[in-house]
Each structure stands twice: as C-alpha cells, then as structure tokens.
C-alpha cells in the first residue's frame, strides 16, 4: 500500500458514526476537516485526546473545521465513549481497520522491545477541496491539540 502524501486527493470512505448513520469524508467538502485515528475508546491517551478536541470544539467550529476520529472500536463504544465524557466530535467505527489501513494508521509498533501490530496513532488535516494539507505520525496524545490550533491558526 502506497503512502499518503501532502498534496494528494485524500481517500473518501464511509463509515457508521454511534448512531448508525454513515459518514462520508466528502460530505465536508468546502470545509477543512481534522481525521485522526485513536487506537481505542476510554483508554488513557485517547480520553486526553477526545476531551482536548471536545475542549477547543467551538474555536474549531467556529473556523469551520470538522474533526473526525475513527478507531476499530464498535459504534456502541463510540456511543458510550461519546456520553461518558460529553464528546462534541464525529466519531467513525472501522472495525475491519479498512480506513486505518488506507490512511496508513496501522503497522508494526514497539512496545517493551517486543514488535506487534497496531494503529498507529496519526492525524490528517484534509483541506477544503478533499487534498491532503498535513499529516502528523505517531501522535502524542498529550499536547497535540495545540500543535494542530498552531498549525490551523486558530
């Protein structure tokens, strides 16, 4: 699989959202649009990571930014995830890991000197016309809304 690169047209999917419905990356088109790919719901990293976008929603909003974070978890978790911590973002379930693999969001990991398979935690800021704009690898879950108001100027 070949790897994503700024400039390209970013892969269109679809994908069901907590309430079943499905969301398509090109329903945003005209709208800048924050994916990032989280390894599992109301686990420590990804909780700080979903409650700092819930936390800079409006100022996102408000520059007409979409963010939408998809992991393999079932849109049941997303729903329970979503009402644990009042969650303001679109969250997609891939449980096939088709868009993760696409967006090249999973791949071999180390933890502990031992090698395994896993999401690789990334983000992507797609711009207004469906293209690329940036890509972030190996996300520190800690901080990296900041990087991304920066980045967007917000």
């Known amino acids: ?8 047209k970013a892969p269109d999917f679809s994908l069901k959202n907590s309430d079943e419905t499905l969301i398509s990356l090109k329903d945003f088109l005209g709208k800048k649009v924050i994916i990032y790919f989280y390894p599992k719901d109301d686990t420590p990293g990804c ?4 409650c700092d976008f819930t936390a800079n929603y409006d100022k996102l909003r408000n520059n ?10 079932s849109t049941n978790s997303h729903l329970k995830f979503i009402d644990k911590y009042k969650l303001k973002h679109i969250l997609l379930s891939d449980p096939q890991k088709e868009v993760i693999k696409t967006y090249g969001a999973w ?13 690789i935690r990334s983000t992507f800021i797609i711009d207004e016309k469906g293209k690329i704009s940036k890509i972030y690898k190996n996300v520190k879950a800690k901080g990296h809304i900041d990087v991304l108001l920066k980045d967007l100027q917000c």
């Open 47 to 50: 909780t700080t990571q979903a």
């Open 64 to 73: 007409e930014i979409v963010v939408i974070g998809i992991s393999p978890d």
């Open 107 to 119: 791949g071999i990991k180390k933890n502990y000197g031992k090698e395994y398979e896993g999401l």
């Open 1 to 8: 699989m070949k790897e994503l690169k700024i400039g390209e």
